[in-house]
């Protein structure tokens, strides 16, 4: 009976602080403000992208453009994981382990069924497609590089599972890798030399809605796209085949 | 033309309407079947069938989306069927017995082959 009491008196503090909280924000209105007159941060960000930067998709512009920094070190950070995740699963090899596999080995080596491997022969090529043109198109429509990188790992994935056999050329894989981050970080050097200030976008900008506007933003989506994809990838390949390491 | 466009808008919602019915109809027969094996294929019928009139029905509203949305029902026509035909396989694969007593199972069979074959390869192997 006390402790039921404690609990509802607890309940009726916590709810009366909710409210208060709640009674103060003032759900529902227009904080944007006016976008002839900007008064808060949205609306210089949706007064900007199209009329400065000639970008249709205003988050890409956020993303890649005023805070381009910080997606530089979102990369890194999976970047980081992958690496993680490679030196972290192979290890020492467990005699209860090899067991179990020796008992599951038969079931799980069955190859799978000529339909599934047509159907992801027919998918795969087709993820591809989709995938590079979302991230092609990140400053365009909804979505971008991180998206797209993962639709197009979701088709290797695709493989990976249907085909036994199927293989990701690790060193073309290795070099698209390095190459993509070492073009997001040129671009953001160049930005410094020219303009005085780390991934600074060009002066051109192009038309609103046209495939090539919006000076380096693009470009560095495309290259962010290529990098997301090459190392997700990895990730599934490494995740896929497991191998408990020789004593 | 306004006659036709509000004549495809009213075929497009009817196709909607079908198409709704039959999402509810395998989200029932997901929540309803006892075992995996029924659920897959309640799920599967009936949610690919669903969405397939769903894109139709907005394809009938906006013309203009008529291509874009023919692609994504292809795309739907290939892959619900074969993903849940993977799931019913590797659940089989995996040892989930059906729900009722079983007296025809052929798949069990064409697996017990194939598994004889892959012992004797790994036997030859090991020689």
């Known amino acids: 009976m006390f402790k039921k009491l404690i609990v509802f008196i607890l309940i009726g503090v916590i709810g009366y602080m909710l ?8 759900l529902g209105e227009n904080r944007i403000g006016s976008l002839d007159n900007p008064e808060t941060v949205s609306a210089f960000y949706l007064n900007k992208s199209p009329q400065d930067l000639k970008v249709a998709n205003t988050i890409t512009a956020i993303v890649v453009n005023f805070r381009g920094f910080d997606t530089l070190g979102e990369v890194t950070v999976l970047f980081l994981a992958a690496t993680g995740l490679a030196s972290i699963l192979y290890r020492k090899e467990d005699e209860e382990e090899e067991e179990n596999i020796k008992h599951f080995a038969h079931r799980l080596n069955l190859p799978s069924s000529s339909l599934v491997r047509t159907g992801a022969k027919i998918l795969f090529p087709l993820l591809l497609l989709l995938g590079i043109y979302v991230f092609i198109h990140g400053h365009l429509t909804p979505g971008g590089g991180f998206q797209g990188g993962a639709i197009i790992a979701t088709g290797f994935l695709l493989m990976l599972i249907s085909y036994k056999g ?6 073309v894989m290795v070099w698209l890798e390095s190459l993509a981050g070492l073009g997001f970080v040129g671009i953001g050097l160049y930005g410094l030399i020219a303009y005085g200030s780390f991934l600074q976008n060009t002066g051109w900008t192009g038309n609103l809605n046209d495939l090539i506007s919006g000076g380096l933003i693009p470009l560095i989506y495309i290259f962010i796209g290529i990098k997301v994809a090459t190392e997700l990838t990895n990730v599934l390949d490494i995740l896929l ?3 408990p390491r020789k004593k | 033309m306004e006659i036709i466009q509000e004549i495809l808008k009213y075929i497009g919602l009817a196709f909607i309407v079908m198409g709704s019915i039959f999402l509810f109809l395998g989200a029932l027969g997901i929540y309803r079947m006892p075992d995996l094996y029924n659920r897959l294929q309640a799920g599967t019928k009936a949610s690919t069938l669903g969405a397939m009139s769903v894109v139709l029905g907005v394809g009938f509203i906006q013309p203009d989306w008529l291509v874009k949305l023919i692609i994504i029902i292809v795309f739907i ?15 089989y694969r995996a040892g989930i017995k059906p729900y009722f007593k079983k ?3 052929a798949y069990g069979k064409a697996v017990e082959k194939q598994l004889k074959k892959i012992k004797k390869k790994l036997q030859n192997l090991n020689e």
Do not use: Y
Request: glycine share 2%; net charge positive; aromatic share 6%.
């Open chain 1, 19 to 26: 409210t208060v909280t709640f009674s103060n924000i003032p």
């Open chain 1, 166 to 171: 199927f293989q990701t050329n690790h060193k």
């Open chain 1, 241 to 243: 085949n497991i191998k």
């Open chain 2, 77 to 91: 026509g290939i892959a619900n069927p074969l993903s849940s035909h993977a799931l019913a396989r590797a659940s």
């Open chain 2, 103 to 105: 007296e025809i199972d």
